[in-house]
Antibody, heavy 125, light 110 residues
């Protein structure tokens, strides 16, 4: 079975650093994009970014570029989302997901077929 | 402000049909494929449709989808109370070089 197991809930203060993780199993980790989606309380889904563990190709949403870092460790089959200085606006549920992304004909096929259960991040003074 | 535009809510009676629209642009839906996700309160989203109109294994054929130009549509027929959920469309945006989602539609079965 393909599974993504995320790290536990976090409570932090503004300005603190944080890394959350997503451990994959049941598939060839290096061969699929993996990434993160944010959902603020009561709001919709926000695409954060993705990484291809096979070559570390990484894409970020313009809204988070420079504020977070996405990385992956192929030896432990784990993806990470890292903040160096949290803000209250980072308070959200963060879902990791396996992403399919490839060119088909003249268009790009893109979807998330496996999702983790989510990690709650609360940033408050 | 989401890149893709969905109606905030839709509703219909049990057994009826509902459609959820998703409007984008030439850099996302107009050029690339569309996916749809179902999310129940307090749970992770689940893939409902991929490649614009394909259903993953286990998704009933009551769920179907299509695309025309820069808009996509999710259709749910034979509505059941268990279909009450939030529905999101998604796509790749070639100008942003990233994924994009709609704002989500809350579907209520009356």
């Amino acid at each position: 079975d393909v599974q993504l197991v995320q790290s536990g809930a976090e409570m932090k203060k503004p300005g603190e650093s944080l890394t959350i993780s997503c451990k994959a199993s049941g598939y060839t980790f290096a061969s699929y994009w993996i990434g993160w989606v944010r959902q603020r309380p009561g709001k919709g889904l926000d695409w954060v970014g993705i990484i291809y563990p096979g070559n570390s190709d990484t894409r970020y949403s313009p809204s988070v570029q420079g504020q977070v870092t996405i990385s992956a460790d192929t030896s432990t089959k784990t993806a990470y989302l890292q903040w160096s200085s949290l803000q209250a606006s980072d308070t959200a549920m963060y879902y990791c997901g396996r992403h399919e992304r490839y060119l088909y004909g003249s268009g790009i096929v893109y979807y998330m077929d496996v999702w983790g259960k989510g990690t709650t991040v609360t940033v408050s003074s | 402000q989401s890149v893709l535009t969905q109606p905030p809510s839709v509703s219909a009676a049990p057994g009826q049909k509902v459609t959820i629209s998703c409007s984008g642009s030439s850099s996302n839906i107009g050029k690339n494929y569309v996916s749809w996700y179902q999310q129940f309160p307090g749970t992770a989203p689940k893939l409902l449709i991929y490649d614009t109109d394909k259903r993953p294994s286990g998704i009933p054929d009551r769920f179907s989808a299509s695309k025309s130009g820069t808009s996509a549509t999710l259709v749910i027929t034979g509505l059941q109370t268990g279909d009450e959920a939030d529905y999101y469309c998604g796509s790749w945006d070639s100008s942003l070089s990233g994924g994009v989602f709609g704002g989500g539609t809350k579907m209520t079965v009356l």
